[in-house]
């Protein structure tokens, strides 16, 4: 198919007809293109709003006849990333035939169940609740979405009015109800009425946009989105002020940044009263605008509209009362200033809770606030985990540019409490949320390793964050964090470049921590190097360089986190990486032998005085890792390879038969010890383990 690019002003055109044109005829990969392309548009969707469908012919293989098949997003997906494997695909004929036993509103929980029964594709993602929307309209392909400028409108008081200025007779609307089949049977009655249409719009929810062909009801939605995104920004320049205009005045950037890093430990232990939360910051043009106004105060308490944004956010933010230029540094006095802000959120929660549950409703959720609001400075999110938390930022914004939009063309409405509610408690998402994977045991839990550019801080870092924890990488070579970083996925790492032996450089790794995920609680001193010299060749500078980054450079490095733990008051964990040299004595060895055995002791002192606040200190203690050790690279080896009387390319072998295992160790192996240090054996302090294939000489008891 012939087509022209068009361009527009506040979505992005990315249909690419070449990418299309090797997809052919089919109708599904089409569909799916289509929908990872409306996902990459935040103004478009966010992570996990709205679903996308296609309907094809394909052929029974009970009776080889030919049927219509619907292909739609199945329950929890995200349009963005979706594929064949997050799709359902069902007989529309017996999901249509589904009008003749539905019982009214009643009954939604119920037919949820009985889509399972027109599953024609096998392999099928379990259906979710908006799959009767697709199915009781007749176009090939449909997108439901929720773009910004939709819910604008579909959020202004008097939207249905404003869906007949913009569009005239070409949209439908409905008011809003909760999504189920019912509003299924409310979108067919909207297209009997009105045949001929493009689009519909739900009131205070979303769109619906179809057409013949995916990129015909992709430049349909685009277009529907553009012109309420046109007529939006029309309003605010007509109206002069965007909410009631500006009450504060934002500090500089790095102003803000200081004090969000220093902030966040204090708000994370805050949210973390029932569970430990992993933190976001923003501070966008888009986010201070709205902080910072004078309607804040009115809008903030009044909730969001979109059930994709409440769900993530929970109905109405935190605002702190504290002033932009508030002295941060007495972490106890600003504590006790926000302390009651938190009791009075939560009571507030409950009692929501209690005036709207219902008999069959689940328990009480967390009842801590999600998003938190410092006018001047920026705006938090805290959630289970690096994604949920962003999205959940995502998704504040999303209802700010709602708001923005809504107040431009009229006023803003949000969503009664119960409907709200019946929507945050309802039986099917609780059932979702028990589907969600099982918690890795680090998940919620934020990891600093120094040394992480490679060798066996790096494995250190994979290992934590194989088991759920966010990683902040550090090492005095950018080159080899960049490479390091790359190795993960998106929301599970950072890196500070750092130099241990610099309090200067610790404290912006911290700080890079915290404004990343908020705050900190593990810490592996990782970094290191290893001079192998006779007394009378060992230099002041040998020696000084030993005791600034093995023994200062821990020092420094647990004492600053220490601080941000009791900040948190979330306890923690500290791990030195030491070595077998640090128990044993050897030949050729005083500087290095001596800082290792002052790592050791170090932990057991700490230990002793850090276990009131819950923070563990341990000690991992490798032996001859020698394959992928940045350490054995170079004099070091040579070093060794000499005192024992042996070659370099000899030393694996040696140092394998000269433990009781035989084994090889390797920094995956000191990574297992880590991990068995802080994912395991929680209630122990002050131990040293051996990882080293089992040296009799270095055996502690």
């Known amino acids: 198919m012939e087509t022209i690019k068009k361009t527009f002003k506040y979505v992005d055109y990315l249909w690419d007809q070449e990418k299309a044109d090797a997809l052919g005829d089919d109708q599904v990969a089409l569909f799916l293109y289509r929908s990872n392309i409306l996902g990459a548009d935040l103004r478009i969707t966010n992570y996990g709003g709205g679903n996308t469908s296609c309907k094809t012919i394909e052929k029974d293989p009970l009776t080889n006849e030919e049927v219509e098949v619907m292909w739609v997003k199945g329950s929890g997906g995200d349009i963005g990333t979706l594929d064949r494997a997050g799709i359902a695909g069902l007989y529309t004929s017996r999901l249509r035939d589904l009008k003749k036993v539905y019982q009214g509103k009643h009954d939604e929980d119920r037919m949820v169940g009985l889509f399972n029964h027109c599953i024609y594709d096998l392999d099928s993602k379990a259906p979710s609740i908006d799959t009767p929307l697709h199915g009781l309209l007749p176009f090939a392909h449909i997108d439901h979405l929720h773009p910004d400028a939709l819910i604008a409108v579909a959020a202004a008081k008097d939207s249905e009015q404003v869906t007949k200025e913009i569009w005239g007779d070409t949209m439908g609307w409905v008011p809003w109800q909760k999504p189920g089949f019912d509003l299924g049977l409310q979108l067919e009655k909207c297209l009997a009425d009105n045949p001929g249409i493009r689009g519909i719009v739900l009131g205070s929810h979303g769109l619906f946009t179809w057409g013949d062909t995916s990129y015909e009801s992709y430049m349909n939605s685009l277009e529907v989105i553009e012109m309420a995104s046109e007529y939006i920004e029309k309003k605010i320049k007509e109206n002069g002020e965007v909410f009631g205009g500006e009450k504060v005045q934002s500090l500089p950037k790095e102003e803000r940044r200081e004090k969000a890093a ?30 910072n106004s004078h309607d804040l105060e009115r809008l903030a308490p009044m909730g969001t509209s979109c059930p994709d944004h409440f769900l993530r956010t929970k109905i109405q933010p935190l605002v702190l009362s504290l002033d932009k230029n508030e002295d941060l540094s007495d972490t106890e006095a600003i504590r006790k200033k926000l302390e009651p802000a938190f009791e009075a959120y939560r009571q507030e929660y409950i009692d929501y809770y209690n005036n709207c549950k219902r008999e069959d409703s689940p328990a009480i959720r967390d009842a801590n606030p999600v998003i938190i609001i410092y006018p001047g400075v920026g705006m938090f999110s805290f959630a289970k985990n690096k994604q949920t938390t962003r999205v959940a930022n995502e998704f504040y914004i999303n209802a700010i540019n709602v708001m923005r939009g809504a107040e431009a063309i009229s006023a803003y409405t949000s969503l009664p409490r119960q409907e709200a509610f019946d929507i945050e408690y309802w039986l099917l998402e609780e059932a979702k949320l028990q589907r969600m994977p099982k918690e890795k045991p680090l998940s919620r839990k934020v990891a600093l390793i120094t040394g992480a550019g490679g060798g066996i801080g790096k494995a250190i870092a994979d290992k934590l964050a194989a088991e759920g924890a966010n990683v902040v990488l550090t090492d005095i070579n950018e080159d080899s964090l960049i490479e390091a970083q790359a190795t993960f996925k998106r929301d599970v790492s950072t890196y500070a470049v750092g130099d241990i032996t610099d309090s200067a450089s610790i ?16 810490v592996v001193h990782s970094a290191g190097l290893a001079i192998s010299k006779s007394l009378e060749d060992t230099t002041d500078k040998d020696w000084n360089i030993l005791q600034n980054i093995l023994v200062k450079g821990q020092f420094e490095l647990a004492q600053q986190a220490v601080a941000i733990m009791r900040t948190q008051d979330l306890g923690g964990d500290f791990i030195s990486i030491a070595s077998k040299n640090g128990l044993v004595a050897g030949p050729n060895n005083v500087a290095y032998g001596t800082a290792k055995a002052a790592q050791q002791h170090m932990v057991r002192l700490l230990a002793a005085e850090l276990g009131k606040d819950k923070i563990r200190v341990n000690t991992v203690n490798p032996d001859g890792v020698i394959v992928g050790s940045k350490i054995w690279e170079g004099a070091w080896a040579e070093g060794r390879a000499k005192a024992n009387g042996i070659t370099v390319e000899e030393l694996p072998a040696f140092y394998a038969k000269r433990n009781l295992l035989n084994e090889i160790i390797r920094p995956e192996d000191i990574a297992n010890g880590v991990f068995s240090l802080v994912g395991i054996l929680d209630k122990s302090t002050g131990n040293i383990i051996n990882v080293d294939g089992g040296m009799a000489t270095a055996f502690v008891r």
């Open 262 to 291: 220093q902030l966040m430990p204090l708000l994370r232990g805050l949210c973390s009263s029932e569970k430990r939360m992993i933190g976001h910051f923003s501070d966008t043009d888009v986010v201070m605008q709205y902080i």
């Open 507 to 522: 404290a912006s790794a911290y700080k890079k921590a915290c404004l990343e995920f908020g705050g900190v609680d593990i």
